[in-house]
Nanobody
């Protein structure tokens, strides 16, 4: 089964940028539509961006125009470029396929604070 390893999180000031990476075992990114999810303390996990194998993307309204999802099939990696970060973006970020999830990775913490 695929395993996801998320990285790239950290502490950033409001207005700053981060680039998250999600590496997976196997060539799943060329098979499945993939998504970046996040879970803030006390809240449910939510989908913030997805990327279909056709290249079509969708974004939650809260991140539209600020986040960009992309992938590199050769590297089995999906990215999330996050710009103009806001305190409300603070959460643990995960990647997984769309639909029934595969086992979740450990996620990467993003904290936006001055």
């Amino acid at each position: 089964q695929a395993q996801f390893v998320e990285s790239g999180g950290g502490l950033v000031q409001p207005g700053g940028s981060l680039r998250l990476s999600c590496a997976a075992s196997g060539s799943i990114f060329s098979i499945y539509a993939m998504g970046w999810y996040r879970q803030a303390p006390g809240k449910q996990r939510e989908l913030v961006a997805d990327l279909f194998t056709t290249g079509h993307t969708n974004y939650a309204d809260s991140v539209k125009g600020r986040f960009t999802i992309s992938r590199d099939n050769a590297k089995n990696t999906v990215y999330l470029q996050m710009d103009s970060l806001k305190p409300e973006d603070t959460a643990v970020y995960y990647c997984n396929r769309l639909g029934p999830p595969l086992p979740w990775g450990q996620g990467t913490q993003v904290t936006v604070s001055s």
